[in-house]
């Protein structure tokens, strides 16, 4: 029993990690329709983003804070401005087309740029275990699952709780309506894209001590994250969250009692189970639209 609870604590910081990057996918698509297939480079820069700014000597939380506003301006307006704006309005083909080789050319910058090889990364939380009636939790995990669920539920309460997140919901629901409204749509439609970015550096920072920076990290998070907002529903903010754990967890528990092998494939079964007897996700909603 204790090493399945151990499993499941370890499960949760992982799906936090996938539930972070899962809720960039549903921001984007709620508020601007897009789908970013290159949300797991979006991962994987500001993880190197970090590792540059510490190699000049600054200490890892200045890194972070600067990796975070060269994000909002890359891969946030830079991406809005350069990608999404030009192609959403020939349909969704070509921005799947576009991310997809933006993935590519990113993964195959870093590697040409920077390095092949794996590069350490320091963690935030150390290396102390802690032992509970037979079970053992590193404080890594600990750290990495309590930092998620605060970054998602502070976002649940931005979202829900302020005038900006409202207004963003608004444009997300209907954007005709919302400027009528008077809101401005182009703006609460940028800070969504702030937001992924954001949401991006934060999942840098707690995966990428224990998977070290490569520049293929994001090919595999950015699979499981988008496994994980179908699984809990690709137009609902908490579905990352459910579907980010289920993953995570699930993940866990296929590796320790059927075979490591099946890790990586466990999240597109869940993927194909929920498509074929619940096609709107977990706790996503069928709606319907005129072709």
């Known amino acids: ?28 698509w709620q508020a601007s329709g897009t789908i970013n297939f290159a949300q797991g480079e979006f991962v994987m820069l500001p993880a190197f983003g970090m590792l ?29 401005r350069g990608i999404a704006d030009p192609l959403l309005r020939f349909g969704m083909m070509p921005i799947v087309v576009a991310t997809l080789g933006l993935s590519i050319a990113l993964k195959n910058g870093v590697r040409a740029g920077y390095s ?18 037979g079970v053992t939790v590193s404080a890594a995990d600990i750290g990495t699952l309590v930092a998620a669920f605060v970054l998602v539920f502070g976002i649940q309460a931005f979202l829900g709780r302020t005038v900006t997140g409202r207004a963003m919901q608004a444009v997300a629901q209907n954007t005709e309506s919302a400027t009528v409204l008077g809101i401005n749509v ?23 001590p224990t998977y070290l920076a490569k520049f293929d990290m ?29 993953v995570g967890v699930a993940e866990n528990l296929a590796a320790a009692y059927i075979s490591p092998a099946y890790k990586d494939a466990v999240a597109l079964v869940l993927f ?20």
Not at 54 to 74: I, K, R, Y
Not at 186 to 208: E, G, H, I, K
């Open 218 to 246: 994001g090919e595999s998070l950015g699979n499981k994250a988008f496994f994980a907002a179908i699984i809990g529903g690709f137009n609902n903010s908490r579905g990352a969250l459910l579907g980010g754990v289920i």
């Open 272 to 291: 194909m189970l929920v498509i074929l007897f619940k096609p709107q996700g977990l706790l996503g909603k069928k709606i319907e639209r005129k072709v």
């Open 116 to 133: 092949a090889e794996a590069q350490p990364f320091p963690g935030m939380f150390g290396d102390a275990l802690f032992h509970f009636g």
């Open 52 to 80: 540059a700014f510490m190699h000049f000597g600054l200490p890892l939380a200045v890194s972070f804070v600067l990796t975070c506003v060269v994000a909002v301006a890359v891969l946030g307006w830079g991406f809005k």
């Open 186 to 208: 182009p703006r609460m439609v940028f800070y969504t894209f702030a937001v992924n970015a954001l949401l991006a550096c934060a999942a840098a920072l707690l995966v990428t």
């Open 1 to 28: 029993m204790s090493d399945f609870i151990q499993l499941l604590l370890s499960g949760m910081a992982t799906g936090g990690i996938y539930a972070l990057a899962a809720l960039g996918f549903t921001l984007l």
